[in-house]
């Protein structure tokens, strides 16, 4: 099944994990250009953050056509992000649930503050779509994750 590639660019929302990988993967099937932007906000298990370089480099390797279009990588420091949120994504402790019955990994307006900067990012570099892997089904009760409020 071939794709219609579309004439304008997007900018890819891109963590390094498996569900921004895809987002990636769909958006260099579809988009003539993509950039990615990724945030390090002080989180404690950096993993994903690390694994973006390879991942890409990867790609413009073992995928040669989606490596012609792939584009530019911008990490944004969003270190205050971490200072003013005090949760087990940012600080040493284990993961809990308070009443509310969000868990203690939630960071407060994180993916909404993610989307911000991007559009921001994206509008300087004429990047006319934005492409995230925010999940309502695998949010674990994050609000920030749900659909309404990500058209909001």
């Known amino acids: 099944m071939s794709q219609i590639i ?8 891109f963590s390094g994990g498996q569900d921004s990988a895809t987002c990636l993967a769909w958006a260099l099937a579809r988009f003539s250009r993509v950039e990615t932007i ?4 002080g ?3 950096r993993i994903e953050l690390d694994c973006r370089a390879l991942l ?3 790609l413009r390797r073992e995928f040669p056509d989606w490596g012609g279009r792939l584009g530019a ?12 949120s005090d ?13 509310s019955g969000l868990p203690n990994t939630f960071v407060p307006g994180r993916n909404l503050l993610f989307f911000t900067f991007a559009a921001a990012l994206g509008y300087r570099r004429g990047l006319r779509h934005l492409v995230g892997g ?4 695998d949010y674990s009760g994050y609000p920030d994750c749900r659909d309404d409020t990500l058209k909001s």
């Open 73 to 84: 990588d911008h990490i944004i420091d969003l270190g205050v992000l971490g200072q003013i």
């Open 38 to 41: 990724g945030f390090d906000y």
């Open 87 to 99: 949760t087990a994504l940012t600080r040493e402790s284990a993961i809990s649930f308070a009443a």
């Open 43 to 45: 989180q404690r298990h």
């Open 6 to 13: 579309q004439p304008e660019p997007a900018l890819v929302l």
């Open 56 to 58: 890409l480099e990867r």
């Open 134 to 137: 925010m999940c309502e089904t």
